[in-house]
């Protein structure tokens, strides 16, 4: 019986340090705000890796959010739009406050509080879609002809290969009145949730 006790304490530590890191993960996920309705306030334009430049027009803060490698999903098989569904992959938000503003110039300021790599894509949102209801390919992604501005490039403005986590990206786009809708749109990031709308008024 004393044979089994250090394999019985190591057991009872390694449950004691999963559970420590258990905590330790929700704290930091509440803390980045990942996952609430609202944009961390504690970054305010910024964040470890870069800060965003002073940006012309009404500012949006977007912050994209992940539960980490594990959400990555895989195709599961076609859906009736013809496009393919994706399994695997819940917990992954875009989030932008405000998500009203006036018409013309519009900077987008986007805070990837995830582990993943995210990217925002800005498209016109038809009359009578709501948003998440575009069709996504095989390849997981939707079609993002007729995009208005993009940020996806780390510590940049404009176009790239994607933020990093912990980074932050930003465009500015002249936007008329009307609804708009923000997405991340790699692959399967828009059918697990990566979306939101962005009205623009008079």
Same mark, same amino acid.
């Given at each position: 019986m004393s044979a089994n006790r250090p394999r019985g304490m190591w057991l009872a530590v390694g449950a004691a340090a999963a559970l420590v890191l258990g905590i330790a993960t929700a704290v930091l996920l509440a803390a980045t705000g990942a996952f609430r309705g609202s944009a961390p306030a504690a970054w305010q334009g910024r964040s470890?890796?870069?800060?965003?430049?002073?940006l012309k027009g009404h500012a949006v803060d977007?912050?994209? +959010?992940?539960? +980490?490698?594990?959400?990555?999903?895989?195709?599961?098989?076609?859906?009736?739009? +013809?496009?393919?569904?994706?399994?695997?992959?819940?917990?992954?938000?875009?989030?932008a406050t405000p998500s009203t503003v006036p018409a013309g110039v519009v900077s987008l300021r986007v805070f990837n509080a995830g582990a993943l790599t995210h990217e925002v894509v800005v498209l016109s949102l038809p009359p009578g879609q709501a948003p +998440?209801?575009?069709p996504t390919g095989s390849n997981g992604r939707i079609n993002e002809a007729g995009s208005l501005g993009e940020a996806s490039r780390s510590c940049g403005a404009g176009a790239g290969k994607g933020v990093m986590p912990g980074a932050m990206a930003w465009t500015t786009v002249t936007l008329q009145p009307g609804r708009y809708e923000l997405v991340c749109n790699l692959p399967g990031h828009y059918a697990a949730g990566m979306y939101s709308e962005l009205d623009v008024i008079r």
């Open positions: 470890a890796q870069c800060n965003a430049p002073v977007v912050t994209v +959010g992940d539960m +980490g490698p594990g959400m990555m999903g895989r195709p599961k098989g076609r859906n009736p739009t +013809g496009g393919t569904d994706w399994q695997g992959m819940g917990m992954l938000r875009l989030h +998440g209801e575009r």
